[in-house]
């Protein structure tokens, strides 16, 4: 199987995968109005499919070393079930977040759900396996949370500009309009919805990480393709209930799938297939050998950096606040700051043990 051997096709992967998983979520912004829910079908057919065609393809090239047919023979059945049980895991919290982005938009729901992903699974991995600087840690834990913060404030005072805005378009319309408008429920029900997706996204990490571990363990392209086993398997039983008990809008029918157009669709398969491209990038290079190795805090740092490129993605292409006050532009500015802050602070904390 093709694998990087060199510090350079290692560091390549890296950026590839954060420009995937960065820029998946365009698609489902592309789609249009085509439901979420509708759309996460395709997407996880997209993601099954680009696992099958690199396992049999990229996995199975360099027939000296081990292909990814090998690795399926003396894989173990208990890091199969991992695998396939991290996808499932994982699916439910991408769900939700794009659940969160059709709701809120990238900029909102990837910085709080992912950024609260980074603070629950570093302060895990320290308070079971304590190594690093704390000092490091958890200061940049406290800036991703305030960042994660002052995202939320943004967002609702960037609603709230906007409703102030319709009222007075209202009163100039009609003065006999109620002076008082009803409160939007949008930025409770976005900010939400992405911290349920953080949390749960902080935990199928360390399931991949055990389905790859000794002997048995699944090679990149395995890894992948029992991830996304699990991904599909599991949008059979979620995505009912999101069309039964929809975030916003009507409930849908499994069968509307069939309505969509084949842009909606193709749109879908091309954004399973990015995030997987990106992850099966980020399960190659974490296989490479310990002299090809990016280095523990790049490859973190590049890794979790897939969050901010995807919310510059929803404030540069998108423009989710176009028409923000200066306020809420400073306040969006600020927290990209303190996120890539605090990003670079935890990153580097395994370099610096504590004195």
Known sequence: MILPTTYAAALILLLAS???????????????????????????????????????????????????????????????????????????????????????GLAVAFPIGLGLALVVEATSNYLFNPQGNPILLFGGVVLVVIAILVDAFAYTGYLDDRLEEEKKAALVADPRAKKRAPRPTGAARGIVLSIVSGIVMACFYPMLETARQGEAGLAPYGLALFFSIGVLGSSLFYIPFFLNFPVSGEPLQASDYFRGAGKQHALGLLGGVIWMAGGICNFAAAAAPASAQAGPALSYALSRGATMVSALWGLLVWREFQGASPRVRTLIAFMVVLFLAGLGMVSMASLHASR
């Open 18 to 104: 954060m420009s995937a998983w960065g820029s998946w979520a365009n698609t489902q912004k592309m789609s249009g109005k085509w439901r979420f829910e509708l759309f996460y079908y395709d997407f996880s057919i997209g993601m099954l499919l680009c696992a099958l065609l690199a396992a049999y393809t990229l996995g199975e090239m360099s027939p000296k070393d081990l292909t990814f047919s090998d690795n399926l023979l003396i894989a173990g059945r208990r890091q199969m079930v991992w695998a396939a049980g991290a996808g499932a895991v994982f699916n439910l919290a991408n769900l939700l977040l794009v659940a969160a982005i059709s709701v809120s």
